[in-house]
């Protein structure tokens, strides 16, 4: 589901990536060599590894004072990036062009990370994750906990806000994964990492962690680089460094998986480790049927070989939820709202440790014969939150045309904090939502009478039978505005 203030996104081959700088978090730019200074390569220049030349003096003090927080290394030709992964991926799979440009971001990591080695031995680190942690978070988390432990961090603390889904619980349950609260459980003066999720700290998935100004390690398959860039600037981040932003591959839990591989602690992970992992890539893939990449597949085939991971991933798979969990989905559907392909469901309130229930819900109306569009509602501790699923295929030619009407409907029902997004290949699955704080909630309830002679439980549903009844709106609105592009859905 879409946690607080999400920008909710799917998996895209991106064609534009930022690979950024492996300097310390600590170094200025004269501390640098030579070959890490001043350089913004093209992206046919990394494509093709070919080097961009030294530039003037005066561009790069220019560069050191108005360059971008987010920098861009040199990377590896094919012939280093192909004898380096080789042994691990199979001759055939590190040669082909296909995989090329994952393999020589893995292949940057891993050289930032190693020359960081004497820098961060002894020392202590932070891996931050989205607030709600998912398995490709949690399973990111546990590679590079493995690879920061084999550089000689000494100790290493997951921080995670909660755990709204039962899979996830159990995952962490199973796997003996320690988690700490982001911002009580961090350790002062310590390497701050993200994984599935890009900076600043404080905003959309990790809305409530408190922010920082520096960055050691990032990896994350979701945002745009020049989202993240304008973000930080936006946000007082000073410096990012080993970051790798827009990942081009179907989960963060395949890149830092093939990256711990680099690193030789695949087997250090033990089954335990491996199972993560591979729940990561197998749940943000979708059962590797939406959105993964040849590096998925071959990673999820390496970390499940023993019979020990094999059997421990199908019981993090075959997850218990409670009986509240059924509950709500029969309050959903109950009170359903069905305009032609579209359904709308207002669940009510949700307690916070259900609240990817609002996830599921939307995916079971997907799930109905005829249904192109999925929309859950709820209200929660934090404010309201909506959940969307879609399948473009039932309306066949522009398929992309769907992302156009959700965003029209959450625009005229959530104006200004919707936070869909279209970023799934193939076309026709997507996923997105909205969240509204608690005090815009508060005014939408006062506006439409649901605040004031209704006991809390009728006062949810009140609130989110409003909100469906502003989605219906906006759907009529552009029946009459643009015809063309609800073709199919009404």
């Not at 700088?21 to 501390?31: F, G, H, K, L």
Request: glycine letters at 10%.
């Amino acid at each position: 589901m879409t946690p607080p203030g999400a920008t909710f996104s799917g998996r895209i081959i991106m064609p534009r990536l930022l690979l950024l700088s492996c300097q310390n978090e600590n170094e200025s730019e004269a501390d640098l060599n030579p070959t890490q200074r001043g350089y913004a390569p093209l992206m046919n220049d990394a494509i093709s590894g070919q080097r961009v030349p030294n530039q003037p003096q005066a561009k790069k003090k220019a560069a050191k004072r108005n360059g971008s927080i987010l920098r861009s290394p040199r990377l590896a030709g094919p012939h280093t990036v192909t004898t380096h992964f080789a042994p691990v991926l199979g001759k055939r799979f590190a040669r082909d062009p296909e995989n090329l440009l994952l393999l020589k971001m893995a292949h940057a990591a891993y050289g930032g990370l190693s020359r960081a080695g004497g820098r961060v031995r002894g020392r202590g680190a932070n891996i931050f994750t989205q607030w709600l942690g998912d398995p490709d978070a949690l399973g990111s988390a546990v590679v590079l906990s493995a690879i920061l432990e084999h550089l000689g961090v000494e100790e290493i603390r997951i921080l995670v806000g909660a755990l709204g889904h039962p899979q996830n619980r159990n995952l962490v349950q199973r796997c003996g994964i320690v988690l700490h609260d982001p911002n009580s459980g961090r350790i002062a003066g310590g390497l701050n990492c993200l994984v599935d999720t890009s900076p600043p700290l404080g905003m959309t998935n990790t809305g409530l962690v408190q922010p920082v100004s520096r960055y050691f390690f990032i990896a994350d398959h979701h945002s745009e680089p020049d989202e993240v860039e304008a973000n930080c600037r936006s946000h007082g981040v000073k410096h990012v460094s080993n970051a790798f932003v827009g990942l081009p591959v179907g989960s963060t839990s395949a890149f830092m998986a093939v990256l711990g591989a680099a690193f030789g602690v695949i087997e250090r992970l033990g089954p335990r480790g491996r199972a993560a992992a591979a729940l990561g890539i197998y749940t943000d893939t979708s059962a590797l049927l939406h959105g993964p990449t040849p590096l998925d597949f071959r990673m999820f085939e390496i970390l499940t070989r023993d019979e020990a991971t094999q059997d421990l991933l199908d019981e993090l798979r075959d997850y218990r939820v409670p009986p509240e969990w059924f509950l709500y989905r029969t309050a959903a559907f109950e009170q359903m709202e069905t305009r032609g392909a579209i359904r709308i469901a207002p669940v009510g309130f949700v307690s916070e440790e259900l609240r990817d229930v609002i996830a599921e819900v939307a995916s079971d109306l997907l799930r109905i014969e005829g249904t192109s569009i999925g929309i859950a509602i709820a209200l929660t501790d934090r404010g309201t939150e909506v959940s969307v699923r879609a399948d473009s295929r039932l309306i066949g030619g522009d398929q992309q045309r769907i992302v156009r009407v959700i965003d029209s409907l959450l625009e005229y029902a959530f104006p200004g904090v919707s936070g869909f997004k279209f970023e799934r290949q193939p076309p026709h699955r997507v996923e997105g939502g909205a969240f509204v704080a608690h005090e815009k909630t508060r005014q939408m309830m006062l506006q439409s009478g649901t605040v004031e002679g209704l006991d809390s439980s009728d006062r949810a549903v009140g609130h989110c039978r409003a909100c469906a009844r502003s989605l219906i709106a906006a759907l009529e609105d552009l029946r009459f505005a643009r015809p063309e592009e609800i073709q199919g859905l009404l």
